[in-house]
Nanobody, 117 residues
Framework: QVQLVESGGGLVQPGESLRLSCAAS????????MGWYRQAPGKQRELVAS????????NYVDSVKGRFTISRDNAKKTVYLQMDSLKPEDTAVYYC??????????WGQGTQVTVSS
């Protein structure tokens, strides 16, 4: 069964950057559309970025366009989220999982991102 392990979160000041990583196990990672999701306290989990199986196409929610970049390395079974110009409203627990029509895999523990001065 595929497992997802997120890392790279932390406490940063507004305007700073973080790079999140999500390592996957299992044999079919390269087939999946993958996404990064986030859940802020008291809010529903939302998809913020997704990337096609080969990495050619990416989509972003409007609130992160121009600031976040999703990428993947299928040989390493890893998906990344480069987050620049972070804002306090980006504070959330970040998770990776499949996106689009793919059945969601078991959720990992996520990684906490806190943006605060």
């Amino acid at each position: 069964q595929v497992q997802l392990v997120e890392s790279g979160g932390g406490l940063v000041q507004p305007g700073e950057s973080l790079r999140l990583s999500c390592a996957a196990s299992g044999s079919f990672f390269s087939s999946y559309i993958m996404g990064w999701y986030r859940q802020a306290p008291g809010k529903q989990r939302e998809l913020v970025a997704s990337i096609t199986s080969g990495g050619a196409y990416q989509n972003y929610v409007d609130s992160v366009k121009g600031r976040f970049t999703i990428s993947r390395d299928n040989a390493k079974k890893t998906v990344y989220l480069q987050m620049d110009s972070l804002k306090p409203e980006d504070t959330a627990v970040y998770y990776c999982n499949t996106a689009g029509a793919w059945t969601r895999l078991p959720w990992g523990q996520g990684t906490q991102v806190t943006v605060s001065s």
